[in-house]
């Protein structure tokens, strides 16, 4: 888009922007041609008109007749309406305001790493490749607690292949309109078991399966994955909650949602913990 | 997007342009309803519409058109008091959204007898061709079913 013209129509009223847009766009079909309507503009119209022909040169034969003149025109109105609204402060807001009802788009949010990727990163996969995971995902899952839609700090699954060969994990932390990507993995898709059309719920179950270690839950039978766990905590009990069946394990990750009602039952929701020297190992990335 | 903007905005109430069949040059050419040319061929638009989706094609009229029609109408409608400046901004936003996946055709298929008396035939001006289009204003969503094209 031209930034001069869009300066320019700056000083014009979104209305009189607005009201000239539909004018030459109507309900969405294009018009085999627009003589008697360019004619008849009002005043608030016609500057806008004379300012966006101003910079561009469009003559008015050109729009009267010519269905590319005119989309380039309708193209350009658009843009300095919605430029208006999905930059600054309006922007940043809306997108708030969208997040909280559900409404926004994964693609729209906003993205940012968290320190705890930053520790565990596997180097093989960029950043870039992480944004993309996210922006174009093959799957996504939206986790949410108790199953509770409105909670607005949930947790987002998303899965891409890298290859014929290989799928990208990846899970990232929802806060308010900024998705905050946490950690990321990768494992032959084999592992999928020829189900393309997994759910990245799945694909993380299996990812813990073969690289997970084992733990229990409030002192429960060993596991490398638990969907989820309810339990009541005593104020006076000294059992931890998830505990790593193998002490020799030095390094790992691990993953869970928590959340303890005011009676004090414990709610955990996709535990599993990653033994990442096996992860390293297994997937030859070096320590 | 527009299912979406129609039930998020506008009550779940939606404006449509429909043709009395899915694909009309499908239909014998001695009938008038063969006579709705490609542009306004719902199996047309759709394979128009989808393609331009697979290819990540911004610059498709189609889609800048109903695009310039929500900002412009979402701005008219907040003018008058029907939508709320948040309301306005929020959609606004919506329909700017980078997944452009959000425009891949969907049809709406929809039960003639419910709808008879509200059926608006398009003017010829801006018809494209000798076939009956029609406009429903009201279309409700217990009035349709919704068809994915790809």
């Given at each position: 888009m031209n930034v001069v013209l869009s300066k320019k129509l700056k000083a014009l009223s979104e209305d009189s922007v607005a009201s000239l847009l539909e004018r030459l766009n109507g309900d969405g079909v294009i018009l085999p041609t627009l003589a008697g309507v360019i004619e008849n503009l009002d005043s608030d119209e016609q500057q806008v008109l004379d300012a966006a022909r101003g910079i561009s040169g469009v003559l008015l034969d050109d729009l009267a007749h010519s269905t590319r003149a005119r989309m380039w025109l309708i193209e350009l109105l658009t843009t300095v309406l919605t430029d208006r609204v999905a930059t600054g402060a309006r922007g940043t807001n809306a997108r708030i305001r969208l997040a909280r009802k559900g409404w926004l788009d994964v693609a729209d949010f906003n993205l940012s790493f968290s320190d705890e990727y930053r520790s565990i990163a596997d180097r093989r996969i960029s950043r870039e490749d992480a944004m993309r995971t996210v922006r174009e995902p093959f799957a996504t899952f939206r986790l949410v607690l108790d199953g509770n839609e409105n909670d607005l700090d949930s947790t987002w699954l998303f899965t891409r292949f890298l290859s014929d060969k290989l799928i990208h994990l990846l899970k990232a932390t929802q806060v308010q309109s900024t998705l905050q990507i946490s950690s990321s993995w990768m494992m032959p898709s084999t592992m999928l078991r020829g189900n393309a059309e997994h759910s990245p719920f799945d694909a993380f179950r299996q990812f813990a399966e073969r690289y997970g270690a084992p733990f229990s839950i409030n002192g429960g039978l060993p596991q490398r994955f638990a969907e989820h766990a309810v339990f009541r905590k005593r104020r006076y009990d000294s059992a931890a909650e998830i505990e790593l069946i193998d002490s020799s394990i030095r390094e790992v990750y691990l993953h869970s949602l928590r959340r303890v009602s005011p009676l004090g039952v414990v709610s955990l929701r996709m535990v599993y913990v990653v033994d990442l020297a096996r992860y390293r190992s297994e997937t030859n990335l070096p320590a | 997007?527009?299912?979406?903007?129609?039930?998020?905005?506008?009550?779940?109430?939606?404006?449509?342009?429909?043709?009395?069949?899915?694909?009309?040059?499908?239909?014998?050419?001695?009938?008038?309803?063969?006579?709705?040319?490609?542009?306004?061929?719902?199996?047309?638009?759709?394979?128009?519409?989808?393609?331009?989706?697979?290819?990540?094609?911004?610059?498709?009229?189609?889609?800048?058109?109903?695009?310039?029609?929500?900002?412009?109408?979402?701005?008219?409608?907040?003018?008058?008091?029907?939508?709320?400046?948040?309301?306005?901004?929020?959609?606004?936003?919506?329909?700017?959204?980078?997944?452009?996946?959000?425009?891949?055709?969907?049809?709406?298929?929809?039960?003639?007898?419910?709808?008879?008396?509200?059926?608006?035939?398009?003017?010829?001006?801006?018809?494209?061709?000798?076939?009956?289009?029609?406009?429903?204003?009201?279309?409700?969503?217990?009035?349709?079913?919704?068809?994915?094209?790809s």
């Open positions: - | 997007m527009k299912l979406l903007i129609q039930e998020r905005y506008f009550g779940d109430v939606h404006y449509v342009w429909c043709s009395e069949t899915f694909d009309p040059s499908s239909s014998d050419q001695h009938y008038e309803l063969s006579q709705v040319p490609a542009s306004s061929n719902p199996r047309e638009i759709g394979k128009a519409l989808a393609l331009a989706v697979l290819s990540g094609d911004q610059h498709n009229d189609h889609i800048k058109r109903v695009r310039a029609f929500y900002v412009s109408h979402a701005r008219k409608l907040r003018k008058s008091g029907v939508l709320t400046d948040q309301e306005y901004d929020d959609l606004v936003f919506q329909v700017k959204s980078q997944n452009f996946r959000l425009w891949r055709p969907i049809c709406y298929v929809i039960a003639r007898p419910s709808v008879e008396p509200r059926l608006i035939l398009v003017r010829a001006r801006v018809s494209a061709g000798f076939g009956k289009e029609y406009k429903i204003a009201d279309l409700k969503r217990d009035e349709f079913e919704t068809m994915e094209l």
